[in-house]
């Protein structure tokens, strides 16, 4: 089954503590971008690659991390997490750019304590 | 800054009614106008989009409409169900270059 795969659905951290959150597609997708999702908000952009080795910065980076090593998987790296980074995070993948349209993985929700 | 504007942010419509949610966008470089719909505790899924060089496109029961000169589209949800009760993202780009989501209408629909 094409899709992509997020892991972990669910996780409660502490200020500070290094975590990742990681992305995989099946579908050979050169694009792969990180959303976070808050209410009020709607869905904004993270980080995006569109290919291996290459990462932009999207419309809120900060305070997050990404790399591209493998074009299947494309994790979310936050080094020092802090209250304001609690949200629903969003993986999604593309064929080559978002006009061929995004699978988006089933989501992340974080909660920084 | 805002490049799509959505509204409403939330719609409750009769079973049977017709739910429309509009978009209106600033850049005019867009060319790639596609919905999303999300269902609670899952990821957005592509519904339908469209591009401007045509004035309306249908599938099945939705609908988008778009009117270039005004920089709206708007989707139409048809004889709308229970089960379209979800919530609704717009979004438009140009190509290559990443897509920019709206804010986002909790569509309920009641019987």
């Known amino acids: 089954e094409a899709q992509v795969t997020q892991n972990p659905r669910y996780l409660i951290t502490v200020t500070g503590k290094k975590l990742t959150v990681t992305c995989s597609q099946n579908?050979?997708?050169?694009?792969m971008s990180w959303y976070r999702q808050d209410p009020g908000l709607g869905l904004r952009q993270i980080y995006y690659s569109m290919n291996v080795e290459v990462t932009d910065k999207g419309d809120v980076p900060e305070g997050y991390k990404v790399s591209r090593k493998e074009k299947r998987n494309f994790p979310l790296i936050l080094e020092s997490p802090s209250p304001n980074q609690t949200s629903l995070y969003f993986c999604?993948?593309?064929?080559?750019?978002?006009?061929?349209?995004?699978?988006f993985g089933s989501g992340t929700r974080l909660t920084v304590v | 800054q805002q490049q799509v504007k959505q509204s409403p942010q939330s719609l409750i419509v009769q079973k049977g009614g017709i739910s429309i949610i509009n978009c209106a966008y600033e850049n005019t470089a867009f060319d790639y106008f596609p919905w999303y719909q999300q269902f609670p505790g899952k990821g957005p899924a592509l519904l339908i989009a469209?591009?401007?060089?045509?004035s309306e496109k249908k599938e099945g029961r939705f609908t988008i409409s778009f009117n270039k000169s005004a920089k709206q589209f708007s989707l139409h949800i048809m004889d709308s169900q229970p089960g379209d009760s979800a919530t609704y993202f717009c979004?438009?780009?140009?190509?290559?270059?990443?897509?920019?989501f709206g804010k986002g209408t909790r569509l309920s629909v009641i019987a």
């Open positions: 979004a438009a780009s140009e190509r290559n270059t990443p897509l920019v």
């Open positions: 579908m050979n997708h050169e694009y």
């Open positions: 469209i591009r401007p060089d045509v």
């Open positions: 999604a993948s593309a064929l080559r750019d978002p006009n061929y349209g995004y699978t």
